[in-house]
């Protein structure tokens, strides 16, 4: 059974861009309550540690450079079916390949600029969610 819960990120080319306040409403728009929600700025370590699953990959380091180079915006969603449904919304993580009107093919710059991240399954939403916050910083 899907769950109700989904973890996000705008990324530091949309929150550079301003264009946090237009994700932001195109996510409640899309049926999504937002539980939790804050603004930081990853260390380069914190990074490291968030996408530490893809430590082997070629990308890793440039990943966990890019995300440490400015402020996000990190948030748990709720809605019915709320990973398979955000990522719908969010579209493909290359821009060029992503559906009309979605987040990415709107506000990316490129594969690695693209604006948002969105959890791949359930259980990386709960992980990801519980790396930003505590059961005290959620509501409902």
Do not use: W
């Not at 819960?5 to 996510?27: C, H, V, W």
């Not at 093919?105 to 600029?113: D, G, H, L, R």
């Not at 791949?120 to 505590?134: C, P, W």
């Amino acid at each position: 059974m899907a769950g109700n819960r989904t973890f996000t990120m705008i990324k530091p080319d949309a929150f550079e861009a301003g264009n946090s306040g237009a994700i932001l409403k195109m996510i409640e728009e899309a049926g999504f309550k937002i539980v939790a929600m804050k603004a930081t700025q990853l260390t380069p370590e914190l990074a490291g540690k968030f996408y530490e699953v893809h430590k082997e990959r070629p990308f890793y380091k440039d990943l966990c450079a890019y995300m440490s180079s400015g402020p996000i915006i990190a948030a748990i969603l709720e809605k019915d079916n709320a990973v398979e449904d955000f990522r719908t919304l969010i579209g493909a993580t290359n821009p060029a390949n992503a559906a009309e009107g979605t987040i990415r093919k709107i506000f990316a710059k490129s594969i690695e600029a693209n604006a948002v991240h969105g959890s791949d399954s359930d259980e990386n939403a709960a992980i990801e969610g519980s790396f930003y916050f505590s059961q005290t910083e959620r509501v409902g």
